[in-house]
């Protein structure tokens, strides 16, 4: 996930997520919901019109929002996930 350049709190989920899978899955709603509602709803209230260049950047930004939720989907199911520095943009 080259370039999304994801929280420290969301870092954290992926690298080192909680042991304990009641917290695991509290911060996976906090973050899943945070990308939710600040990234892709926001990104739906750009109007891009007829501008390439934004409408680009806009489809840019909701697809590396998208896949970023699919590495956070990833994270609940097991005990011991770690991710790439470069899934996370580093």
Do not use: C
Request: proline share 4%; charged share 30%; no cysteine.
């Amino acid at each position: 996930m080259a370039g999304f350049p994801a929280s420290a709190r969301a870092r954290s989920m992926v690298w080192n997520p909680p042991a304990d899978m009641v917290a695991r899955r509290r911060r996976y709603n906090q973050l899943s919901e945070g990308i939710l509602t600040k990234v892709l709803l926001a990104a739906d209230e750009v109007k891009t019109e007829e501008i390439l260049e934004a409408q680009k950047l806009r489809k840019k930004l909701i697809d590396h929002a998208n896949e970023f939720l699919g590495v956070l989907d990833n994270v609940p199911k097991t005990s011991a996930s770690r991710a790439s520095s470069s899934q996370l943009g580093d």
